[in-house]
């Protein structure tokens, strides 16, 4: 029989194998030595000490080069706005479209064409659709993931599904509601994903006018990385975008990656 002791240091040996230190922080060396329950079992005692969706380790900007800006669209559940991309497709405008497992059970067919768009990139927005803590924190009414275990069960269950779906494991991951505890975030890491956040809520959940879209983004600094929801066609998401698109390419604007890298 194994004894727990033996466990955790063979867990510690797996986790070790597959990082690397730069400057103190710590990067994935090999994807392919992420050992989730690992990664549940030595972080099952760690106490967390921050919540929100701008902790440290949660990429919410980026250093611009001129006018440039990162669109990401989250997709919960429910339908599919093709409005929104048909007009992000139309204009050439790159983004990160974060999918939801639900969502992707309720538009497969869709999610594979997204996902062999090389204009787009597939990013994980969890299985359950849930904030990512491990006490069950919750945010907007919706309790939180309780454990490590659970953690790892939201963002693993996706990065699964849609690996399969894209051919390739998701960069990105942004919970549900976006709201984080520092543990989490730790987690999100050693899973070989980044935590993903925002500096502009262009439509506030999918509820805010055409109006209100198309001046938040037209109004966000350089360098910002916008959220907004491609899962609400019958909201003020697609046209905001459709006027604030061509204005800002007009205007000299580029949008580009999270990462500020050009996508091509």
């Not at 050992?35 to 967390?48: E, G, I, Q, Y």
């Not at 993931?145 to 399969?164: F, I, K, M, P, Y």
């Not at 890491?189 to 959940?205: H, T």
Request: with cysteine.
């Amino acid at each position: 029989m194994i004894t727990r002791r033996a466990f955790v240091t063979a867990a510690v040996g797996s986790i070790a194998a597959g990082l690397v230190v730069r400057s103190g922080a710590r990067a994935w060396a090999d994807p392919n030595a992420i050992d989730p329950p690992s990664v549940a079992v030595l972080n099952k005692r760690r106490v967390p000490t921050q919540w929100g969706m701008a902790l440290p380790g949660i990429v919410t900007s980026f250093v611009a080069t001129g006018r440039q800006l990162a669109l990401t669209f989250d997709a919960c559940d429910g339908a599919c706005d093709d409005a929104l991309l048909d007009t992000l497709q139309r204009h050439g405008v790159p983004a990160v479209l974060m999918l939801n497992s639900k969502w992707v059970d309720r538009n497969p067919d869709r999610a594979r064409q997204l996902a062999g768009n090389p204009l787009f990139e597939i990013g994980n927005h969890g299985t359950r659709h849930v904030p990512l803590s491990v006490t069950g924190r919750s945010a907007y009414g919706i309790a939180g993931t309780r454990s490590s275990d659970e953690v790892v069960d939201e963002l693993w269950g996706n990065h699964q599904r849609l690996t399969a779906l894209t051919g390739r494991a998701p960069t990105w991951f942004r919970p549900g509601t976006a709201h984080y505890d520092d543990v989490a975030v730790q987690i999100v890491r050693e899973l070989g994903e980044q935590p993903l956040g925002f500096s502009v809520n262009a439509d506030a959940g999918a509820t805010a006018s055409a109006g209100v879209v198309r001046a938040n983004v037209m109004d966000a600094a350089p360098g910002s990385i916008v959220l907004a929801h491609m899962n609400h066609p019958q909201s003020g998401t697609h046209v905001g975008f459709a006027q604030a698109i061509p204005a800002m390419q007009a205007a000299g604007w580029q949008f580009v990656s999270p990462t500020g890298r050009a996508v091509r």
